[in-house]
């Protein structure tokens, strides 16, 4: 290795980068990756790629900001001794469009602090704007912010308050019945067994009411390309919602069906994605909606979907097979529980059209079709589940 060069340097300054997009890469993964490429060498821009990829990334999720970094950090293709001798750029304005295109978590990993003078003069501007309107504040701000646009400090506290948040869904009354002093019906069984503690001589009535029970709570979470940003934060959500409360199942589909309920069980939220991550196979790639409704209602239907049961379904409907057969299973899923609930991010859109093959076959057989693409959606689907909101939408 070229001692004369920048290497080390630029390596340093590239994990700097992913650490600032939230990459979790420290002093040992630098000395990791110097140590790999002096075995790997730098000649081919593919090896010296994944050799860090290799070294950095710790879980699948953290591909799509690396790769976007990479290819921002290390813009040179043809001369890539060269780029590595440069040292970071110090104005990520003047970058070329490509670079202005990447997401936002790497374009403010790359965007340098502004100057003390110009950050106080913006917080005085948003204050008199604060001042004047008095109808935002920042939590109502990232409630409405979009979860596909959110930077990482926006994500890392769009986290922080779905971790607090709680899904309330009504009780409902089951054919079992309890003993209850001041119930309607009177208890046969446990009259009789009363008064032959008292030999025959006393009968004390006994009353008995109808039980009251939360039902299940099935999901099933799209992973595929076009809803990962939204599913991994679904993901959080779903581990709040499993912790808070029992008989919740959680499943997760792109091009086949995995159960993830034990997984997001784990009370440390890291642990729990990163399990899900080892167990899911098909993550950010298709999507086969229909195939696996279908191995859903044939497997596991009958084991979760029992006592009224309510199921979410999260997905944008984009399905890879155009909706063949989707009609018949989203039907059989229908049937088999008490309701259905559709949350589909494209909502979001004002001019939003049931065009694709597969939501005009899912839109008949679901209860509720409501938008999930930030906090605010997530609220409103807690009203809904509490009852507070009796609309059903009309498909």
Not at 140 to 165: C, G, N, P, W, Y
Not at 255 to 278: E, F, K, P, S, Y
């Amino acid at each position: 290795m070229n001692n004369t060069g920048h290497l080390a340097e630029n390596v340093m300054h590239f994990a700097r980068v992913l650490r600032s997009a939230g990459l979790p890469i420290g002093p040992d993964r630098v000395i990791d990756a110097l140590r790999a490429l002096e075995v790997v060498g730098i000649e081919r821009r593919e090896d010296f790629y994944w050799t860090l990829a290799s070294v950095f990334l710790a879980k699948r999720e953290h591909f799509e900001v690396f790769d976007q970094a990479f290819h921002i950090f290390w813009r040179d293709p043809q001369l890539l001794e060269r780029a590595m001798a440069m040292l970071m750029p110090d104005d990520f304005a003047t970058a070329p469009e490509d670079e202005k295109k990447a997401n936002s978590r790497v374009s403010e990993a790359f965007n340098p602090e502004q100057p003390q003078a110009q950050k106080k003069e913006e917080q005085e501007e948003e204050k008199v704007e604060l001042d004047a309107t008095l109808t935002f504040s920042s939590r109502e701000v990232l409630q409405h912010a979009d979860f596909e646009t959110m930077t990482a400090e926006e994500l890392s506290q769009a986290k922080a308050l779905i971790k607090r948040m709680r899904l309330p869904i009504r009780d409902i009354r089951t054919r079992r019945f309890h003993g209850d002093p001041h119930g309607r019906r009177i208890d046969m069984r446990a009259t009789m067994r009363a008064s032959l503690r008292e030999g025959g001589a006393l009968i004390d009535i006994k009353y008995r009411s109808p039980r009251w029970q939360h039902p299940p709570l099935v999901v099933m979470c799209d992973i595929s390309g076009s809803m990962n940003r939204y599913s991994r934060v679904f993901l959080h959500f779903l581990h709040a919602i499993t912790n808070d409360r029992d008989r919740v199942h959680t499943f997760v589909f792109g091009t086949r069906l995995t159960n993830v309920t034990r997984c997001l069980r784990h009370r440390d939220v890291d642990i729990a994605m990163t399990g899900v991550a080892d167990l899911v196979a098909d993550w950010s790639g298709g999507t086969r909606i229909g195939a696996s409704i279908r191995d859903f209602n044939l497997h596991w239907s009958r084991r979760v979907l029992g006592q009224n049961a309510v199921v979410l379904l999260i997905t944008d409907g984009l399905d890879a097979d155009v909706g063949q057969g989707l009609a018949e299973e989203m039907d059989r899923l229908h049937r088999s529980c008490r309701q259905l609930i559709w949350l589909n991010p494209l909502l979001r859109y004002e001019g939003f059209e049931a065009r694709p093959a597969g939501i005009r076959a899912m839109l008949p057989h679901v209860d509720k079709f409501l938008p999930a693409h930030n906090m605010q959606s997530l609220l409103d689907l807690a009203s809904v589940l509490e009852g507070r909101e009796s609309h059903r939408h009309a498909a």
